[in-house]
Every structure is written in structure tokens, then in C-alpha cells.
């Protein structure tokens, strides 16, 4: 069982701060002229998306600015995607995309259709798919990573102990060096959130747009808190979904997973339980828990052999993590459990990836993520956070509090963007009460930071991810009318489980 696949399955950061120089507290100057050329749209390959493509979406290149501090120096290619409305008399401006991860975002207007973005969206927006700058089809970055380092993917392994953590940091700093020493490491000062932010200002301007509206989900969501930040005046209506803490993908993000994975196993224990004579794995939610690390001591001990190499304990941990996303998966999840249990190898996951996407992907997130914060550097820090952490959240603690790459990145090129509450009030935020990958405790933390701008719902349910996919009827209303009317709730409100649109 490759962990990369899960990795591909698990489908994951003010306008006080010190800004580039050369820029205002509204972005970059250079930013409001037309930048050379503009998005020949032609029609989009079938391999950016998992999903059909609807016949009417376009895909096209935009260049940008490598250094939004040298405007006309070396420019760099945004892959970009539309889907046009075909309601011109109803059409309101772009509605700008982005899935999370950070990962491709091109095919994202397709998946969107897919699982249900209602008509009425689609008639009030072109909707507007983009890869962020270093991934996918924009010009890629790469830290020449070998198969076996793309198996350790950009989610710390758990660590059994202090040795573990000693072995982990080897490894990440060996990845960092490679990262900093590839072909494209020209591009790694300026492979950041803040940029991929001016990127998506340049592609507003290259539309002839004067505003944007956006909706983002997961990474996401610190995309869209950033761009508001750097660009209050040129954001019109704004969704985040299923959200970050105001510091984006950083070292307490991490630490975070580790309790969203305790909130959200609750969900798969008693859907096991409730089928335990099909499954045989526990009788009460407290009997499946209890297997969770007979399990995991199981393949600890004696990991499953399979064609692509060892089934371990940490294979088993992430896979729960990575599977957790959604309740649609938690059958198989239930099956992998099996298969364990009888010391068979686990059944393929679906999805995956060419080898050279999945190295673009960990890669891209690498420069991306490490060039938003500055994380601890001490070896030290990370082995007391492993040990405090295994026992505070025993499922997964001890993989969200390892160490990663970033530890030994280079200083960033510019400061983090510091979200605040300068700015219109045109923010809705939508979250689940129990996420494994952004937990309620992180989406907190933006609202907190975002202050009078945002309004946010929360909805009763398990998984990641709210809009369109999520069944919550009131979540998905809440969003729907205001990207269609403008109307956002007055004041926080809670959607209960299958709630009706209020």
C-alpha cells in the first residue's frame, strides 16, 4: 500500500504586517496594471480532473511575475480554467476556486459541478479553476524526490519514541536540501501563499474584473483569509470552507490533526459497531477503539508485507487519518481494518497518480507550506511535542507533532501575512463541528482573527469539508444565498444534523 495514495485520496496561513517592498497595504502596485498578455483559453485536458469536464469549460496559461518585487523581471505560468455562465443577464462577475491541499486547483471547477454546485451559482459566475504557482500545470517545482521519499509524503509518520523523531528529522533534512538544491530552486523564495494570493489578483485583472469573489475549502481557506488581507477593497464575496487557523499550514496546524482525529473517530466507531456482524470488529464504539491499537501494536510488531512494500503501523495510522475526510469512506476503512485483522494485506485504496504528479505535489506543497512560518528547529522541541501528544491524542499525536522538512527550510522572503479585521464584512465562514484535517479549535482561531468581517455557521456533522458535498441542508443554504444574493447571516449561527435550510 503506497502512502502516497492516500495522500492523493486525502483530498491537506494583515495589513499591519512588514509587506514586500514596493507594495502598498493593498497588494502590489504593479499588480493593477494589465500584465503582458492575458488567458488564450483553449479546451482543458481530460487528465486535470477525475471527474468529466463539462464541455464548456476552457483551460488557458497566464503569465505572472516570479518576484512580485521586480515586476518586469522573470514571469512564471498560472494554469488557469473557466466555466462560463450562460446567463449573462443574471451574471454577477468571476468566482475564483481553490480545493485546498495546496494541490492543482485547474480540474476544481469540474469537481464542483460533480458534486453538486447548485444552477444558480453557475449562472451568477464564470467559475474559475487554477493551479497554484510551483503545482500542477503551472510552471512545477520539483525537489527530486526518490520513490521512497514520496512515500513519506507530507504527513510526519508516527513516531514511537524519541529515536523515531531523531530518524524523521535525517530524513527531512535531507528532502529540505534536495528541495533547495533542485533545478527549479530558483523558484523557491517565492513560492508562498502571500504570491499565489497576487497570482490570483492578476488573474481578476487579466479577466477584466474589478472585483472577485472566491471559494475556498481547507488550505484554502488561509488562501482566501490571505487574499482578503492583502486585497480588502477587490474582494466581493468570500467562503471559506472547512478552515485553517489564521497561520495557514503551520507546525500547530499539524499538531492540530491530531485532535481532529479524535473528534471525528467517534463517527467510524459506531457506524462499526453498528455492523459489527459484517465487520466482527467490536460490539460497542469502546470495543472498536480498543481494536484501533490492537491493530496498530499488531502491525507494529510485524508489519503486512504487500507488493509495494511493508503495511507498518504508521501505513495503518495515516490511512485512518487520511479516510476520516468523509463518511462515504468508511466502509472501506472498515475493510482495510479487516484485512489487518486476518494479517492480510489491505485492499487498494482508489485514486492515486503518475509518479511525476505526486513529486510535483509533495514538492510543491514543501515550498509553499515552509515559506508561509517559521517552524522549530530544535530536534529537541519536536521529540517533547511527540511524547506530550501520544498520550493527549493516543490515535494520531504522535505523527501530527513529528518533525517535517520545514524545520530546515530557508529563512522565508518575505513575513507571513497577519490576517485581521481591517476590511469590509463580506466573509462567511462554513465548518463541521468535527474535522479531522481543520478542527473546530483552528476555524476558531480565523474567526477570531478575522473579527467583524466574518460571519460563521457550523454544521453537526463528521468529515471535511461543508460545500456543495456536505448533506447539511442549512450549511449549504447559508452559502448558496450569499454567493447568489449577497444575504450572510447576521450573527454566527449552528445548522443541527440534517438541519433544514432556515
Avoid at 460497542?284 to 503486512?304: C, G, M, N
Wanted: include cysteine.
Amino acid at each position: 500500500m503506497k502512502r502516497t495514495a492516500v495522500l492523493l485520496t486525502v483530498a491537506v496561513a494583515s495589513l499591519a504586517a512588514v509587506l514586500v517592498p514596493g507594495m502598498t497595504s493593498s497588494g502590489s502596485a504593479a499588480t493593477q496594471a494589465q500584465p503582458p498578455g492575458g488567458v488564450r483559453w483553449e479546451k482543458c485536458p481530460a487528465e486535470i480532473a477525475a471527474v468529466p469536464i463539462p464541455e464548456a469549460m476552457q483551460c488557458g496559461k497566464l503569465k505572472v511575475p516570479l518576484d512580485y518585487r521586480a515586476p518586469d523581471g522573470r514571469t512564471i505560468d498560472i494554469a488557469v480554467s473557466r466555466l462560463a455562465s450562460k446567463k449573462p443577464e443574471q451574471r454577477r462577475g468571476i468566482l475564483l476556486t481553490n480545493p485546498g491541499g495546496p494541490s492543482a486547483g485547474e480540474g476544481y471547477p469540474a469537481l464542483l459541478v460533480a458534486t453538486g454546485l447548485p444552477q444558480n451559482v453557475l449562472d451568477s459566475y464564470d467559475v474559475i479553476g487554477f493551479d497554484p504557482r510551483g503545482i500542477g500545470r503551472s510552471t512545477p517545482v520539483t525537489c527530486d524526490l526518490t520513490p521512497e521519499q514520496q512515500l513519506s509524503g507530507n504527513i510526519p509518520p508516527y513516531a514511537l519514541n524519541a529515536a523515531d523523531v531523531s530518524k524523521r528529522a535525517a530524513e527531512s533534512k535531507q528532502m529540505a536540501k534536495q528541495c533547495a538544491t533542485s533545478k527549479t530552486s530558483w523558484m523557491l523564495p517565492h513560492v508562498s501563499t502571500a504570491n499565489a494570493a497576487r497570482d490570483m489578483d492578476r488573474i481578476r485583472v487579466a479577466l477584466g474584473e474589478s472585483k472577485l469573489s472566491y471559494a475556498g475549502a481547507s488550505w484554502g481557506t488561509h488562501l482566501g483569509a490571505v487574499y482578503t488581507t492583502l486585497f480588502p477593497h477587490r474582494s466581493d464575496r468570500i467562503v471559506l470552507d472547512s478552515n485553517t487557523g489564521p497561520g495557514g499550514w503551520d507546525y500547530p496546524s499539524n499538531r492540530l490533526w491530531s485532535q481532529g482525529v479524535e473528534d471525528t473517530f467517534p463517527a467510524f466507531a459506531k457506524f462499526v459497531a453498528a455492523n459489527h456482524r459484517e465487520y466482527g470488529l467490536g460490539r460497542t464504539p469502546a470495543q472498536v477503539r480498543a481494536k484501533y491499537f490492537e491493530l496498530a501494536r499488531q502491525l507494529e510488531k510485524k508489519p503486512i508485507q504487500t507488493p509495494d512494500g511493508p503495511f507498518d503501523h504508521a501505513s495503518f495510522r495515516l490511512l485512518n487519518f487520511g479516510l476520516l475526510y468523509g463518511p462515504t469512506q468508511l466502509t472501506l476503512l472498515a475493510g482495510i481494518w479487516q484485512a489487518v485483522d486476518a494479517n492480510q494485506p489491505p485492499p487498494s485504496l482508489p485514486g492515486g497518480g503518475a509518479a511525476t504528479a505526486a513529486e510535483n505535489l509533495i514538492s510543491g506543497r514543501y515550498y509553499m507550506v515552509c515559506n508561509d512560518s517559521r517552524w522549530p528547529t530544535s530536534v529537541k522541541t519536536y521529540q517533547r511535542s511527540v511524547a506530550i501528544d501520544r498520550i493527549r491524542y493516543p490515535l494520531f499525536g504522535a505523527a501530527g507533532a513529528n518533525i517535517t522538512p520545514c524545520a530546515y527550510w530557508p529563512d522565508p522572503a518575505e513575513r507571513p501575512i497577519r490576517i485581521t479585521d481591517r476590511g469590509p464584512s463580506n466573509v462567511l465562514m462554513v465548518q463541521n463541528l468535527r474535522d479531522p484535517a481543520t478542527p473546530l479549535a483552528g476555524a476558531q482561531a480565523m474567526r477570531n482573527a478575522l473579527g467583524r468581517r466574518v460571519t460563521m455557521v457550523t454544521a453537526d456533522q463528521s468529515g471535511h469539508g461543508v460545500y456543495p458535498a456536505g448533506k447539511n441542508r442549512c450549511a449549504n443554504h447559508a452559502v448558496t444565498k450569499f454567493l447568489t444574493t449577497g444575504d450572510r447571516p447576521a450573527r454566527d449561527y449552528h445548522c443541527t444534523a440534517d438541519a433544514a435550510p432556515r
